[in-house]
T-cell receptor, first 114, second 110 residues
Framework: GAGVSQSPSNKVTEKGKDVELRCDPI?????LYWYRQSLGQGLEFLIY????????KSGLPSDRFSAERTGGSVSTLTIQRTQQEDSAVYLC????????????FGPGTRLTVL | EDKVVQSPLSLVVHEGDTVTLNCSYE??????LLWYKQEKKAPTFLFML????IEKKSGRLSSILDKKELFSILNITATQTGDSAVYLC??????????FGQGTELSVKP
């Protein structure tokens, strides 16, 4: 039951293809976050799931990006019609709702769009 | 717009030196400030600060928050090569999500 896990660790795809990135949060954590980190940049917030509430999607950069969280646990981030500028490390984090300040990060998925 | 700014962006020191990393912020509804250490991929949690003037300490690392001047510092004493990493500062603005600075890349030379 260790930490947050993500898969795949690396993904290379061709421009225009769809990709799905998976996040398994720490068991019992009710809050789940997706961030993106481009080369040499800080982390950019994408989307936040908190318990059964509607997710905060305010960070999604375009409608090609979507995410869902099934059964309050596993989450999938989907990027449709990938573009080269989508290349980045996608990080997932989880925490406890209400005390969600401390977020525990997974190892990330490095996405390369050719 | 909420923002977090870290300085310097990069720093090279020698083992045994003491370093101070800076983080300033502008957020509308401050809840907490967090420091993370990032080696390779996953950021690992270091400190969470919510109150001004109370130092948090863990071994050779310490951090303090000034909510009046809107900044925090992270100190590392007697640096070691294993301290080489990117140090990230983030602020929680009560919306749940974290707003991150650009990070400070610290390189400790033997």
């Amino acid at each position: 039951g260790a930490g947050v896990s993500q898969s795949p660790s690396n993904k290379v795809t061709e421009k225009g293809k769809d990709v799905e990135l998976r996040c398994d949060p720490i068991s019992g954590h009710t809050a789940l976050y997706w961030y993106r980190q481009s080369l040499g940049q800080g982390l950019e917030f994408l989307i936040y799931f908190q318990g059964n509430s509607a997710p905060d999607k305010s960070g999604l950069p375009s409608d090609r990006f979507s995410a869902e969280r099934t059964g309050g646990s596993v989450s999938t981030l989907t990027i449709q019609r990938t573009q080269q500028e989508d290349s980045a490390v996608y990080l997932c984090a989880s925490g406890w709702t209400g005390a969600a300040d401390t977020q525990y990060f997974g190892p990330g998925t490095r996405l390369t769009v050719l | 717009e909420d923002k977090v700014v870290q300085s310097p962006l990069s720093l090279v020191v020698h083992e045994g030196d003491t370093v101070t990393l800076n983080c300033s912020y502008e957020v509308t509804n401050f809840r907490s400030l967090l420091w993370y250490k990032q080696e390779k991929k996953a950021p690992t949690f270091l400190f969470m600060l919510t109150s001004s003037g109370i130092e948090k300490k863990s071994g050779r690392l310490s951090s303090i928050l000034d909510k009046k001047e809107l900044f925090s510092i992270l100190n590392i004493t007697a640096t070691q090569t294993g301290d080489s990493a990117v140090y990230l500062c983030a602020v929680n603005n009560q919306g749940g999500k974290l707003i991150f600075g650009q990070g400070t890349e610290l390189s400790v030379k033997p």
